[in-house]
C-alpha cells in the first residue's frame, strides 16, 4: 500500500521558516518525480512545487519562487520543503504527492 506522510507544519510569525518532510513506504520514490501542493479550506489545490527523479531540477510557483526550496532523498524515500520568509497567504495545508498518490498533509499557519 502506498501511503505517503507529511510532518513539520505548524504556528508561525510572518518572516518566519519550516521545513517539512514527506515520507514515503510502499513504492520506490526514486522511480518519481515529486511534488507539494496545497490547499486552503474551501479553495482548490494550489501546486507549489516539483522536483525531478534525480534531484537536480526543480520548479516553483511564482508565489513562492525564491522563498521555498524543495529537495529530496532517494536513500530515505524522503521529500523536503524548506520555506523561508513565510506569509500569511501561505498558510494552508500542505501535501506531497506523486501520480495521482497525496498524502494527509501537514498544517501550516503564518500569523501574528
Known amino acids: 500500500e502506498v501511503q505517503l506522510v507529511e510532518s513539520g507544519g505548524g504556528w508561525v510569525q510572518p518572516g518566519g521558516s519550516l521545513r517539512l518532510s514527506c515520507v514515503g513506504s510502499?513504492?520506490?520514490?526514486?522511480?518519481?518525480?515529486m511534488s507539494w501542493v496545497r490547499q486552503v479550506p474551501g479553495k482548490g489545490l494550489e501546486w507549489v512545487s516539483s522536483i525531478n527523479i534525480a534531484g537536480n531540477r526543480t520548479t516553483y510557483a511564482d508565489s513562492v519562487k525564491g522563498r521555498f526550496t524543495i529537495s529530496r532523498d532517494n536513500a530515505e524515500n524522503r521529500l523536503y520543503l524548506q520555506m523561508n520568509n513565510l506569509r500569511p497567504e501561505d498558510t494552508a495545508v500542505y501535501h506531497c504527492?506523486?501520480?495521482?498518490?497525496r498524502g494527509q498533509g501537514t498544517q501550516v499557519t503564518v500569523s501574528s
Open positions: 504527492v506523486f501520480a495521482s498518490n
Open positions: 510502499g513504492f520506490t520514490m526514486s522511480r518519481y518525480a
